[in-house]
């Protein structure tokens, strides 16, 4: 298999055990390939720092995976990580929250509200690039409308969609990429 | 009859405690919890290894080598870190830090008690000291190892979130790393929290029925509870500190794990 994806949208469409979320996972080195090379702007990812490259390169998972305390800690906290304090409220807002969520405690909130919180997570470290896990497989339609409302907002970052859902895919991003049995489909 | 100031116990009087055996056995059988073969194979198992090691411990006192010290703890050490490597299975690559946890409590702890004037440097004191940190340190690393097991098998996509906003594999390990080595001293903490209460100790048991004070008694029980806190610590944070990474590889990714 091979493919780039270019700066913007991109979709990558394909039923489940197509290899989308594993192909999302090496883009970020959360796993390595067996074979062959993943490459991040023309440099093979494993001679890239892998902490580095996941904060410019960053995820959203499949269901949310708060970490214990207030939605404002879940978000302060990749940052953190790296010895960096951030305003929670501007990636809240961009994710399409209230700012009046920031104290609330983050496992108390619903799947699609704890959802905008995973995505706040990843805007704070200012990725170029986001990769999105199928964000709205275990939502229900109104917490898919307020997530897909957030990322259509999302104009100047780039993103990886993986879905298996084709309108979602037409309605999100500008190209899709058709994945069968780990294969691209063209 | 076991009497005070004597410590010569017949091999008639040993038997005769079988009774109690007889019971257990019978509660067993009675209410079909299916531990009678496991109590006679634990009955015959400590009478053979307690015997043994009588008289591997007579043969280093009457040798009086450090040496003989050295060479039966590291036995033990050997042993205890086979013995919780089988209740951490779910810990990848545990036997390199088990042995180091063990080796490191014991050699630090008695290293200390020598080296402030608490026990002589003399087989008498080492080998039931060193067996006591050795034993309680195996405990105490099987079970912080279980649990680091199960909590990282149960947390992986929380791991996993956080190795995607840019967590090294220590932070995204750091907080589970901290309640297994919690679990692992906990039961030490608690007794002798409660020690004197609700049960005394074996050590203290035994200097009574061997004829001592209790004041001498207790401070000796003393000093034993307190060693081995530090040894459970000290194992417990080597065995914790080393064996989460055998989850990850060296570029903080989570390695495929069966279940434990």
Redesign the interface.
């Known amino acids: 298999m091979s493919l780039s994806i270019p700066y913007g949208s991109t979709a990558l469409l394909g039923p489940s055990g197509s290899g989308k979320s594993t192909l999302l996972r090496l883009l970020?080195?959360?796993?390595?390939p067996d074979a062959g090379v993943v490459r991040f702007h023309g440099t093979d990812v494993?001679e890239l720092d892998?902490?580095?490259l996941?904060?410019r390169v960053?995820?959203v998972?499949q269901?949310p995976?708060p970490?214990p305390g207030s939605v404002a800690d879940n978000v302060r906290?990749?940052p953190r990580?790296?010895g960096r304090e951030v305003d929670p409220e501007p990636p809240v807002r961009l994710a399409g929250l209230d700012p009046s969520f920031l104290d609330r405690d983050a496992s108390r909130l619903s799947v699609g509200e704890q959802q905008r919180v995973?995505l706040a997570?990843?805007l704070a470290?200012e990725p170029e690039m986001l990769l999105l896990d199928e964000p709205t497989a275990s939502l229900d339609a109104d917490a898919t409308a307020a997530v897909e409302h957030a990322l259509r907002n999302l104009h100047d970052l780039s993103y990886v969609l993986v879905t298996h859902n084709a309108e979602q895919a037409d309605r999100l991003t500008e190209r899709t990429i058709r994945l069968e049995q780990g294969r691209v489909h063209r | 009859m076991i009497a005070a100031g004597t410590v010569s116990i017949t091999l008639g009087e040993v038997a005769a405690s079988l009774a109690l055996i007889a019971v257990a056995i019978a509660v067993s059988f009675w209410r079909r919890a299916e531990l009678e073969q496991d109590i006679a194979v634990a009955v015959i198992r400590s009478f053979l290894q307690l015997t043994a090691v009588g008289y591997v411990i007579q043969a280093i006192f009457d040798s009086d080598s450090l040496w003989l010290v050295a060479a039966l703890l590291a036995g033990m050490v050997g042993f205890g870190a086979w013995t919780a490597r089988g209740r951490a299975k779910g810990v990848p690559d545990a036997t390199g830090p088990i042995v180091l946890a063990l080796a490191v409590a014991a050699a630090v702890t008695l290293g200390l008690v020598i080296a402030l004037g608490i026990f002589k440097a003399e087989p008498r004191y080492l080998v039931p000291v060193g067996g006591m940190v050795i034993g309680n340190s195996m405990t105490a690393v099987a079970v912080a190892l279980n649990r680091l097991a199960d909590e990282m098998h149960d947390g992986r996509r929380q791991i996993e979130a956080m190795l995607a906003l840019g967590a090294t594999s220590f932070q995204a390990a750091r907080a589970i790393v901290a309640r297994s080595l919690r679990s692992g001293m906990i039961p030490l903490v608690d007794s002798t929290k409660t020690t004197g209460i609700v049960f005394f100790p074996g050590t203290m048991v035994g200097m009574l029925i061997a004829g001592a004070e209790p004041v001498d008694a207790v401070r000796l029980q003393l000093v034993l509870l307190w060693v081995l806190l530090g040894a459970v610590a000290l194992s417990g944070l080597i065995a914790t500190s080393l064996g989460y990474r055998g989850f990850f590889t060296d570029s903080h990714q989570l390695r495929e794990q069966p279940p434990p």
């Open positions: 970020n080195r959360l796993a390595d494993r892998p902490l580095d996941r904060r960053g995820l998972p269901l995976a970490v906290f990749g990580l790296e995973m997570r990843a470290l």
